[in-house]
């Protein structure tokens, strides 16, 4: 699996996929209601809610493709149709680095009948120089999957016991990389959650 490097935030969806994103790690929320207020110490906030994904942000954003204005699971959502929709963020600072503890999360819909083959990227911080360097969260197949890579090379993890994302409903999914290690072994690993409970782990290698 190999993907064109990119040197700033990209909220990259897939074919014929809704997304509002993101919330806290593990956080809940109910259809309807107003969006919650951005948690602390998340460093990138996305709600999809406007009439333009691009007003997400205030200012440095790019718009490829052209989104659809659905129903969310909050208020509404923004359904991207295309294999190259995506939003283009300028870089913050505040992002974590591939060496560090972070995680995502997203309210995705993957509408009935679509299909879900292939690599499908949902959120990704990636540049090519002057070696591959950044981190991935993406679908592969409908399942998660943790892109990192350093130095020039990458690992991509994923766990056999993650199901394929269900169609034609919203789900909450995450992914938590464990650099500092996870008591009581100290081992690093990436967690991947659906709707709030843990389906799998992948141990983490170099880089």
Not at 59 to 82: A, E, H, M, R, Y
Not at 176 to 181: D, E, F, L, P
């Amino acid at each position: 699996m190999t993907r064109t490097p990119r040197r700033t935030l990209v909220l990259r969806v897939a074919p014929i996929l809704a997304l509002l994103a993101a919330a806290s790690p593990l956080r809940t929320a109910q259809a309807q209601l107003p969006c919650c207020p951005q948690p602390a110490g998340m460093t990138n906030w996305y709600k999809f809610d406007a009439a333009s994904p691009l007003t997400d942000q205030t200012s440095g954003n790019t718009l490829t493709g052209t989104p659809t204005i659905t129903t969310g699971k909050v208020k509404q959502g923004d359904q991207f149709k295309g294999t190259m929709a995506s939003v283009l963020t300028a870089s913050n600072p505040n992002q974590p680095t591939f060496t560090q503890d972070f995680s995502f999360d997203a309210w995705i819909m993957i509408p009935p009948n679509s299909p879900t083959k292939g690599v499908e990227t949902l959120v990704e911080k990636r540049e090519s120089q002057p070696k591959l360097q950044g981190w991935s969260f993406f679908l592969d197949n409908g399942r998660l999957g943790v892109q990192i890579a350093a130095a020039g090379a990458y690992h991509n993890y994923s766990s056999a016991s993650m199901p394929a994302i269900p169609t034609g409903a919203w789900h909450f999914v995450a992914a938590v990389v464990r650099r500092s290690g996870v008591p009581p072994a100290g081992g690093q690993r990436v967690e991947f959650y659906l709707d709030g409970v843990l389906k799998g782990t992948a141990n983490i290698v170099a880089p």
